[in-house]
């Protein structure tokens, strides 16, 4: 029966070939404008690291005396990003996070060992020790530092992968020395391929994505090698004075990630207050001139709080979804005439003892057909509008960068995973079923009659 | 005519005709909406800068080691950018305009202002020396450049630069009217947050724009300070504008000979300026143009629907249009009678997408903080429907036109 049934509906598809095109054409482009919307949120939105849901904590304190970004915020009423010196070597001291980071971003130049490499500037982070465990980052040789190591500082660096293949074509490089404007370090391990997507540790980067940094060496240099960094700097207060590099370190401006990770929820309230009291105890010190607002928040809220996902993404789900709307109604509509024009043919079948059942099963078979062929073309004009948008909006970040990570990453952005091919699917069979149902069971009410008897 | 026949017939057969209303209205809202914010960043992209990009480059160089000599090189480079025949002028900045990063302060005419929450004006800083109003080819309106020897050699880091100030600056005219609303700048003494520095305006330039900005954010682009600082070292950022035709020689030149000009150091990047700008601007181009495609393939499927419906009409009517035709309606009544049905169910559907235009636009605003959809977009959009419409009801109607009356008498 469902092989008839199958057989009308191509029959019956064959009979309006331009009638018949024009509806699978406009669901494959609402299909297709839908699925590049929902694949460009869905690469925004993830949660980079989501079996550390609860444990992993931003911390931020609220050292503002006014708002310092002069109406740029969306969001006054949060606290700045970032932590300034002093207060993210207070934190540090506690013992109540299991593992805590302060951490920035530099850069050096690296001057190759073999001198037919041109020399070349490099991304550099400066962090604790425990970075690498608290973002679980996964290593390819040899291990992180100690917080020792951070104190004395060790001249030692951890390498990403990029920059063991680049420097040392790949082999294990640990124990080999690397020079870094001037100065050398001992390399004592190599991560392997890590980049999370957003880049949730540190935000100071173009919409919170970025590849991570080519070189991870001890937070005692910042200061030994007096490194700068070279994210967001914000002084926000006004009685902050920039007179060196050691005066600026000591001074009332944010540029500091700081993140902790606790072992349960109680710790984490238990942390809440020692910040909430170091803050009001700096208050009698004449620093932070604002009501407690500290805020350790996890990584989710972290990300919306700093909305990751951004409004254009948002419009243009919305915008899909509208798309597919007009495509389903249009549907509707094209089906709805194409069914009724037919309708002396239902009648015919009627009167030689179909039932109305028959009918209704004959004609959602057709638009089960129309609404799968219309999402297997939406499912070719995604790919097509997806590498065409890779094109159009991230060939810029490749400009002057042969880090293949960096290539990975626009591919991520771009990337339609299995969940998302079957949602698509999903989406395809249930706009067919929404622009079809009614134009069906419309036929399926007619009475035979009328259309005999105009025959 | 026969008004009340149309419409009892558009009743008798509505769900076609509601669902193609819905499409108009759904289509309406989408373009004039779509069109303005894609309109609004075209506009955004494409505010002047005020500099010469064309005939500019700009050159970055990285130093090796942490010896290199950032005071004694800096001054060899610039003499010999600037007598490279070919080159106006050249100089070295902190951060390039029309570039990513800015560096910004707040400044004030009254110091007290500095002490107070939101006081004072932000303005982005640019370092560079005497030569920087030629380099970019800004137009001094007031006052004049700066003394070649006040110029302030570079200072270990761009903390002490900060600490160590210049005493005098030369602002845009956007800053100038801010700090002093008067119009009265020249000459008068500014105060610097943070460094508790004061400096002289000795000039003003007509325009200059940091960056491309939405308009929301437009004066912190243009309200600009410009001091005689030379940037600190490591490696430093030089910028050469030159005579027209010429920069694509000069820049072959500079790559090859910059960097061996002096020991310990390299050229990490230079690129001709205005595919600096337009780079910056890319993102802005891009949902520009995926905007304008979303509208075309939304405009594309209503026309398709509209189309549809027309045809599908025509056909079921055949026998009652022979019918008409044989008592007497002559083609061009059957025309009308389609258009004037086309018309009123795209009517109805741009009424109801007037106000989802508007409910949408709103929304919007709020959500990108922008102006709120100006009412000409909905009039615009109202004319395109109706002649979209019109078009597209074209083709089936002439057909439905051309029906030979003989076909009322045929299938009895």
Known sequence: ?455 | MEIRALLSALWRNRTGPLLVAAQVAITLAVLVNVAYIAQQRLADASKPTGIDLDNMFWVGLETLDSNYNQAAAVPVDLTYLNSLPGVVSATTVNVLPQWWGRMGLPFAADPKQLETPNGGVPGAIYFGTDRFIDTFGLKLVAGRTFNPNIVVPPAADMAASIATWAPEMIVTRAMANKLFPKGDALGKTVYVGLNNKTSTIVGIVDHMQAGPSPARFEQFSIQIVIVPIIPPGPGGTFVVRTRPGERDRLMAKVEKDFADLQPGRYVRRMEAYDVTAASLRSGTRASAIILATVAFFVLAVTIIGIVGLAAFTVTTRTKQLGTRRAIGARKFHILRYFLVENWLITSGGALLGCVLALAAGIKLSTMYQTPRLPLYYLVAGVTLVWVVGVLAVAVPARRAASISPAIATRSV
Not at chain 1, 81 to 89: E, G, H, R, S
Request: net charge neutral; with cysteine; glycine share 8%.
């Open chain 1, 1 to 455: 029966m469902l092989v008839h049934d199958l057989k009308l509906a191509f029959r019956s598809l064959k009979r309006n070939p331009i009638l018949s095109a024009l509806m699978i054409g406009a669901i494959a482009v609402g299909i297709a404008a839908s699925m590049i919307a929902v694949t460009l949120y869905h690469a925004r939105a993830g949660h980079p690291i989501p079996w550390k849901a609860n444990t992993l904590y931003a911390v931020t304190m609220d050292l503002r005396d006014d708002d310092p970004d002069l109406g740029f915020s969306e969001h006054p009423e949060y606290p700045p990003f970032q932590l300034a010196y002093p207060d993210a070597k207070a934190a540090y001291q506690s013992d109540i996070p299991i593992r805590s980071v302060m951490m920035y971003r530099s850069g050096r130049v690296v001057a190759p060992e073999n001198r037919n490499v041109k020399p070349f500037g490099a991304t550099v982070r400066v962090t604790t020790a425990d970075f690498f465990q608290v973002f679980d980052v996964p290593f390819l040789h040899g291990n992180g530092w100690s917080r020792a190591d951070d104190d004395s500082p060790a001249a030692v660096v951890v390498l990403s992968k990029f920059m063991n293949d680049k420097l040392f074509g790949g082999v294990n490089s640990v124990g080999r020395e690397v020079t870094l404007t001037g100065k050398q370090f001992r390399v004592v391990g190599v991560i392997d391929t890590w980049m999370p997507q957003p880049k949730y540790y540190d935000l100071n980067a173009s919409s919170g994505f970025d590849v991570p940094e080519d070189f991870f060496m001890p937070f005692g240099w910042m200061q030994a090698l007096k490194l700068g960094p070279n994210g967001n700097v914000n002084c926000v207060s006004k009685r902050a004075r920039i007179e060196s590099f050691d005066a600026f370190i000591t001074q009332d401006c944010v540029w500091l990630q700081y993140w902790a990770e606790f072992r349960n929820a109680a710790d984490r309230d238990r942390y809440q207050v020692f910040i909430d009291n170091y803050v009001s105890d700096q208050k009698r010190h004449g620093r932070f001139p604002r009501a407690l607002n500290n805020r350790i928040v996890n990584v989710q809220t972290w990300l919306d709080m700093w909305d990751v996902v951004g409004d254009d993404s948002r419009m243009f789900m919305v915008l899909g979804l509208v798309f597919l709307v007009v495509c389903v109604l249009n549907t509707l509509g094209l089906m709805l005439a194409k069914f009724l024009s037919a309708a002396p043919i239902s009648g015919l079948r009627r009167a030689l003892g179909a039932s109305r059942v028959d009918i209704v099963r004959q004609h959602v078979v057709e638009v089960v057909v129309v609404g799968v062929l219309g999402g297997f073309a939406g499912l070719l004009l995604t790919l097509a509008g997806l590498a065409g948008l890779k094109v159009l909006l991230f060939s810029g970040m490749l400009i002057g960068s042969d880090n293949p990570d960096r290539a990975a990453m626009m591919q991520a952005m771009v990337h339609m995973d299995v969940p998302i091919i079957a949602l698509g699917i999903a989406l395809s069979l249930l706009t067919g079923l929404l622009a079809g149902l009614y134009p069906a069971w419309r036929i399926g009410r007619l009475a035979p009659a009328t259309f005999l008897k105009t025959q």
